[in-house]
């Protein structure tokens, strides 16, 4: 009697652990979801992506967390990115597992972020971003003074997690195992009609995160959409909220934008609608220069052209050439000063980078390469003796050597030097050597360090001297 009472107490728990959403577990904010915004199930014969468009570890992380008893779907920009035929970067996960639930399914994960956390999933070579479904923010939320998010640990249902995303085309979830995208906000709607739509008030998820406008002009660019008056009209006005984002933030942004493979777009845009003074400060500096102008849309073009055939870019580079006209500016001031060429060049460079730092966190290590690109330019110019055959083997002598191009396309020197170069780097042994210009002028005659005198010691005559 006693074994059946144990196994009927057993059988009724572990029903009501099945029966339980996983939200409740220890989710805070579940009591108060509003359940009342019902999503579309849209399926596969409609949408027409399959689970073999996504990747492998998404879907196993998917499939795990599904047999631990929780919900998980592929969301946001991957499957946005599968419904116009583009090829997604990342797959992010959605659950409704803690993050300290969903961490003790996988044996090599970890969980970050402070403002929200999340769990990084090791799969091979692929790390699965595994957020918690997040709930309503109440009134007792941290903000700063503006308005922005400071801690965001509040979790929720899908649908307040739904809510609480920026745009309805972010707002989609797929489900590998019955290949069904949930869409609380017509965000498939949206996307055929070709409208990037704010979900909720746009001045108040604007105020939550300013990254939000960043973010609207990179995906009208890269989706071709057009921004919904709405969510566009308040941004000029509140343009000047990302001056309160942490540099780091902003940083990862901008490379977003930069390599989306439409720069010149975003940054076409970024101007229409005055986004790019809380961006790059010294930006209106440079386009106001018809040369920086020039110069930068080549850069970005090019760039453009290269992702677009699957090609990698360099956040060293595109920053090289972002603010190589304000190292021009510098370099020439502080060489009027009376300072030589060489060292000034590096003061230019410095001054220029601390600048950018106080708004962009540029790494270290980028820092680093960048000027190298920059600190290589003038060596460039010097083709003969030993010289050039330094410069070919240096680390960063391919990306100096594109910037090098780059210049002559736009006119800022003689497009000889960069052809110069293009054949010295293909020739080989005696080919090289045959390329090598004369020295410029006599070499100066170093001076003999005369030996120390000992005491005692008499003085060497002329005649020594000239033996």
């Known amino acids: 009697m006693i074994r059946k009472f144990i196994s009927r107490v057993l059988k009724l728990g572990s029903a009501k652990t099945a029966a339980k959403p996983a939200s409740a577990k220890g989710v805070k904010g579940a009591k108060n979801a509003p359940g009342k915004q019902q999503a579309a199930i849209i399926p596969r014969s409609s949408h027409g992506i399959s689970r073999d468009q996504i990747s492998s570890g998404s879907r196993r992380v998917c499939e795990t967390l599904h047999s631990h008893g929780f919900k998980a779907y592929v969301v946001g920009g991957a499957v946005r990115d599968l419904l116009v035929g583009a090829k997604p970067k990342d797959f992010d996960v959605a659950t409704d597992a803690t993050p300290e639930e969903a961490k003790r399914c996988f044996r090599r994960s970890r969980i970050i972020g402070r403002r929200f956390q999340i769990v990084h999933a090791y799969m091979g070579q692929e790390i699965i971003e595994i957020t918690t479904f997040r709930g309503a923010l109440g009134n007792d939320a941290k ?270 020197l003689d497009e000889e030097i960069a052809q110069w170069w293009t054949d010295f780097q293909n020739a080989e042994g005696e080919g090289r050597s045959s390329m090598l210009m004369p020295d410029q002028g006599p070499k100066k005659k170093r001076r003999r360090r005369r030996k120390p005198r000992q005491d005692g010691e008499a003085a060497p005559s002329p005649s020594d001297d000239q033996e």
Not at 266 to 287: F, K, N
């Open 143 to 412: 903000t700063d003074a503006h308005g922005r998010v400071l801690h965001d640990n509040v979790f929720g249902s899908m649908a307040e997690d739904a809510a609480r995303r920026d745009f309805t085309v972010n707002a989609l979830y797929f489900d590998p195992a019955t290949e069904q995208i949930h869409d609380y906000h017509h965000g498939v709607a949206d996307l055929k009609q070709k409208t990037l739509r704010m979900i909720g008030e746009p001045k108040v998820r604007y105020r939550e995160d300013p990254v939000r406008m960043l973010r609207a002009i990179r995906l009208a660019a890269k989706l071709g959409l057009t921004i919904d008056p709405e969510a566009r009209h308040p941004i000029r006005e509140m343009a000047e909220l990302l001056e309160n984002v942490p540099a780091a933030r902003l940083f990862d942004e901008m490379l977003k934008l930069l390599t989306s493979g439409h720069a010149v777009k975003c940054l076409q845009q970024l101007r229409a609608e005055g986004l790019h003074h809380g961006v790059l400060p010294m930006l209106d500096v440079i386009l106001e220069q018809p040369m920086g102008e020039k110069f930068v849309m080549l850069s970005l073009a090019d760039t453009d052209e290269r992702i677009r055939r699957g090609k990698t870019s360099s956040p060293s580079f595109l920053f090289a050439t972002l603010l190589w006209h304000e190292v021009l500016g510098a370099w020439e001031r502080i060489k009027s000063s009376g300072e030589s060429s060489i060292p000034a060049l590096h003061q230019a460079m410095e001054e220029v980078l601390n600048v950018q730092g106080e708004k962009l966190a540029i790494t270290r290590r980028i820092a680093g390469d960048i000027k190298e690109i920059w600190a290589l330019q003038p060596r460039f110019e010097q083709r003969s003796g030993k010289r050039p055959f330094g410069v070919l083997e240096h680390p960063r002598f391919r990306a100096a050597y594109d910037f090098l191009c780059l210049r002559a396309k736009a006119g800022e």
